[in-house]
């Protein structure tokens, strides 16, 4: 039987400064600084997210990947058939990747690994190059690729503005499942996207188009290119915030990343962090650009003198205020990665409040919300329908979900 042959390939450092604030894991500097900090290596483990459901096909499937945790430590984990095509001298091949462990790859390594694949091609030939990362890894896929075999992304990323990716890693796997056992799935051109990091760092959104590749697509799972700009009905604005404004008691505020929750904060007067997150107590800031050992710090020192935060489901005392992305529709898992799975869960679902203008719902064109948290369970215990603040005591009922 001809097996099909997977690409598959990991930036380990991916996202690795999403939770500690940092913007981005871009830099020679940025994975070093993020894990003083306390953040996590968590490219590998989306990715095994995504692979895993590709588990009941191991004898049909063939991987071509990189060494260690670029790949092979994944992949044969989880009991496929690997082909080791390149090997990185930096990268760590222990089965447990941490600060003492870590040696950083660079975007050379992933370049190097797509030369390799294509140099292989008469062996290889691979079907589709299933790659973990962000819009930086994008880029350098799509540097190197040059339209050989198509692409899909696993989101690992902070910023995810590309067109390329699945709009979460199990939905990565679904895609080429639905490949796997050749049901028919729509070939497309797709933008590669990213934007500065350093200007991203001071609240500066510009970003570039790169380039395209050809991806596999089923709209179900693979995310539209994120949509910019801030919004534009101001009257709109006021009203959302207005309601937001009235409603707040002595509650612990998380106020996430983006536009509309800045017109909140502008509203209150209060200094805001467009690209991160914010909390506030007694309508005044009390913490700006939040990583989230600090904000877990913040919620158990609120929640002490009646329970601890590690028991807590739901509670009244705290509130978070998201809204999503537009064009692409994420509440959970796109530059606002400090509000892990420990965080939500201590928050409770009935106090996460979405607000979004009516234009920006439309322009999902029906599709739900998507929630990424890094948590399958959390994911689907999240999944149903939200109200959406639109407007001064105005809402409407709004579908979220995590495509399985």
């Known amino acids: 039987m001809k097996k099909f042959k997977l690409g598959f390939v990991i930036n380990p450092v991916a996202g690795v400064g999403g939770s500690v604030a940092l913007k981005g894991s871009d830099g020679e500097s940025t994975p070093e600084k993020a894990l003083s900090l306390g953040a996590q290596f968590e490219a590998n483990q989306r990715a095994n997210t995504a692979l895993s459901v590709l588990e009941p096909y191991k004898d049909q499937i063939i991987i071509y990947t990189a060494s260690g945790s670029m790949g092979e430590m994944c992949a044969t984990e989880l009991g496929f058939e690997v082909a080791v095509v390149y090997s990185s001298a930096e990268v760590t091949h222990s089965a447990e990747i941490t600060s003492e462990k870590f040696l950083s790859t660079s975007a050379q390594d992933t370049k ?3 030369n390799a694949l294509l140099n292989a091609q008469t062996e290889a030939q691979v079907d589709v190059l299933l790659f973990a990362g962000g819009d930086g890894t994008a880029r350098d896929i799509c540097a190197t690729v040059n339209d050989k075999f198509p692409v899909l992304g696993i989101p690992a990323g902070c910023k995810i503005h590309s067109g390329v990716y699945a709009v979460t890693p199990k939905a990565a796997g679904r895609v080429v499942e639905m490949l796997v056992t050749n049901q028919l799935v729509t070939l497309m051109d797709a933008d590669v996207m990213d934007i500065d990091e350093s200007l991203f760092r001071q609240g500066v959104v510009k970003a570039k188009r790169y380039g395209e590749m050809q991806i596999p697509s089923e709209l179900r799972y693979v995310q539209a290119v994120k949509s910019g700009g801030k919004e534009t009905d101001e009257l709109v604005l006021q009203d959302i915030a207005a309601h937001i404004i009235e409603t707040m008691d002595d509650e612990l505020y998380i106020m996430g990343s983006g536009s509309t ?15 991160g997150v ?6 005044a800031v009390i913490a700006n650009d939040v990583t989230e050992p600090q904000l877990w710090s913040l919620i158990e020192n609120h929640l002490s003198e009646t329970q601890s935060a590690d028991n807590i489901s739901h509670t009244e005392a705290i509130k978070l205020v998201i809204t999503l992305i537009g064009g692409q529709g994420h509440i959970f898992g796109r530059g606002n990665q400090q509000l892990s799975p420990r965080v939500i869960k201590a928050i409770g679902k009935d106090n996460i409040i979405i607000v979004a203008t009516k234009t920006k719902l439309a322009g999902l064109n029906s599709r739900p919300l998507i929630i990424d948290t890094g948590d399958t369970e959390l994911d689907q215990a999240l999944s149903g329908y939200f109200p959406v603040i639109t407007g001064y005591k105005d809402q409407v009922l709004y579908p979220a979900s995590s495509p399985l």
Do not use: Y
């Not at 209060?270 to 690209?275: A, D, I, Y």
């Not at 914010?278 to 309508?283: F, G, M, P, T």
């Open 261 to 275: 929750t800045a017109f909140i904060m502008d509203e209150l007067g209060e200094t805001n962090t467009l690209l």
């Open 112 to 114: 190097n690994f797509v």
């Open 278 to 283: 914010d909390v506030l107590q007694d309508h």
